[in-house]
């Protein structure tokens, strides 16, 4: 009776400790559904399962793309030791061992083991320990290792089942998080990229050449990069130009150019699908070769409109950008895109306003003004059929000279009305500027006709327009001697000419002069000439012509 009595209560003790692991297996199972964070639900795993198990030391590791450790989650180890330990495992040894071979594990000394691969130092001693993969939807997620049972003894095939059956509630809890996880993502996103549509639509600038930094700065936080660049095509050169920056490292690239390669970005740069590079190096490297991690291209791109891309970039040894940071930075980038395209089309459409009410003032100008001044100017030239006296001609003369120079003046005004231009400085206020500027020290500006849609001249003939009006105007008030220069620029019939004249000493032989020499090698450049007629005391004249 005493042999079975003691039978009984060893047996009531089992069924005792039984009870109290299925309620702590029950407790730790509700206990994963507390937090709905994937960081906080596996950590809470891990905790529970060293408490369940009465382990002293847990881990959880999450397997990444690479089948090698992407996250190690520990409990039991305080973060000084861990910075003394150094690196966490990626996936070496026995704990390699169930990545490859996904089956639980149990070993009485760990160091034993054929596939041990060793301690770093400072690492505390491990003997007993159990292993077990957890499972989301028939998918290897990860392992959860827990070594030293309490007491010194070796984990139990009782332990072993009650691990996998946390992992299997673990697999669950984890799923859901991580599906919780990508709704606050993408939600994250989807605003980040409703506030900067709204910000860039907001304040009326132009985003193309530059002043996107808060618009990096959204996607830097919502991918948690280290860096986001946005760039745009260069105007004036086949690579980009950086728009706009964010993070640590972003003020070094700020309107800096960059020579994206073609073959690691093919097809994002015509706006397609984004593009994941395991080092940044190979893109953005030639400007900082810190940038090591992984990087993310998306395009700028919307209903055919390609305004450039998005850059974002993680340090070395980060992780790579998950499929929710790729699908959602496209959208992230459309909106920006049609951003920068809306941006553009009410630009134009405010300029042709502009134009269009300008080519109603030139219309009114010509149909009106002109026309009255051209009426008024024959009725007070009749008025010489009525008198006889000099003094009256030469007044009637002067008044219709003086009309004739206002007309003049108005088609001018015209002309530069009509000319569709950006920020750009029209031509004729180039060569306005110019004159102004050259003849400072005369008593008498010069006499300046501008004549023809001057302004509708290409700017390579511009460029060398304004340089022959500087050089040629240089030229007679230094060395002329004259008291009267008058300066002509024509377009007619294909022909832009500048006729430059003075009533200076002139010369017999013009010599080699350098500035003369320009002037000729500018016109034969551009399949033009160059005509220079002087006599001493009779004064000089410029002739320089190129086809339009």
Not at 173 to 188: C, M, P, Q, S, V
């Amino acid at each position: 009776m005493d042999e079975l009595l003691k039978g009984f209560v060893v047996r009531a003790e089992e069924l005792l400790q039984s009870k109290e692991r299925m309620a702590g297996l029950l407790e730790a199972v509700v206990a994963l559904a507390e937090d709905l964070s994937l960081d906080a639900v596996l950590e809470r795993v891990v905790e529970s399962a060293c408490r369940l198990l009465h382990a002293r030391f847990g881990a959880l590791g999450v397997i990444g793309a690479d089948h090698a450790l992407s996250h190690f989650i520990t409990v039991g180890i305080d973060s000084d030791l861990a910075s003394r330990i150094g690196p966490l495992p990626t996936g070496h040894g026995v704990l390699g061992l169930l990545i490859s071979s996904p089956r639980p594990l149990r070993l009485h000394d760990l160091r034993q083991h054929p596939e041990s691969y060793g301690f770093p130092a400072n690492h505390p001693p491990m003997q007993s320990f159990l292993g077990v993969p957890v499972r989301v939807r028939d998918v290897v997620f990860g392992n959860l290792y827990l070594t030293e049972k309490e007491g010194g003894e070796d984990f139990t095939a009782e332990d072993e089942a009650l691990a996998v059956a946390l992992a299997a509630a673990a697999g669950v809890a984890i799923e859901n998080a991580r599906l919780y996880d990508d709704a606050r993502r993408r939600a994250r996103w989807l605003e980040a990229s409703m506030d900067v549509s709204g910000l860039m639509l907001s304040l009326d600038r132009d985003y193309t050449s530059g002043g996107l930094d808060p618009i990096a700065g959204r996607a830097l936080q919502e991918s948690a990069s280290d860096l986001a660049l946005l760039v745009a095509p260069a105007a004036d050169s086949p690579g980009h130009v950086v728009i706009g920056v964010a993070g640590e490292r972003g003020p070094s690239f700020s309107g800096r150019s960059l020579r994206l390669e073609s073959e690691l970005l093919e097809g994002v740069l015509d706006g397609g699908e984004p593009v994941v590079i395991d080092d940044a190096s190979e893109v953005v490297g030639e400007l900082d070769a810190g940038v090591t991690g992984p990087l993310l291209a998306v395009a700028l791109s919307t209903q055919g409109a390609h305004h450039g891309l998005l850059l974002l970039a993680r340090n070395k040894d980060s992780v790579r950008y998950a499929r929710t940071d790729i699908e959602m930075g496209a959208v992230f980038g459309s909106h920006v895109a049609l951003a920068l395209e809306l941006s553009r089309v009410h630009r134009l459409r405010e300029e042709l306003v502009v134009f269009t009410d300008r080519d109603r003032i030139a219309r009114d100008l010509h149909d009106l003004v002109i026309q009255r001044l051209f009426a008024a100017g024959l009725s007070v030239q009749s008025l010489t059929r009525f008198t006889k006296d000099e003094l009256a001609l030469e007044r009637i003369r002067t008044i219709t000279g003086e009309l004739d120079e206002a007309i003049r003046s108005l088609r001018d005004t015209i002309y530069s009305l009509k000319t569709n231009t950006g920020v750009t400085e029209l031509l004729s206020g180039r060569i306005r500027r110019v004159t102004r500027s050259s003849s400072k020290s005369m008593p008498v500006p010069p006499r300046l006709t501008i004549t023809g849609p001057v302004d509708a001249v290409t700017p390579d003939k511009a460029d060398n327009v304004v340089a022959v009006v500087s050089e040629g105007l240089s030229n007679a008030i230094r060395h002329s001697g004259a008291d009267t220069i008058s300066v002509s620029v024509a377009v007619v019939k294909g022909r832009v000419n500048v006729v430059i004249s003075d009533n200076g000493s002139g010369f017999a032989h013009p010599g080699k002069r350098n500035g003369l020499t320009n002037l000729e090698d500018r016109a034969r450049m551009l399949d033009g000439e160059c005509v220079i007629t002087s006599a001493p005391d009779a004064g000089t004249s410029l002739e320089w012509s190129v086809p339009l």
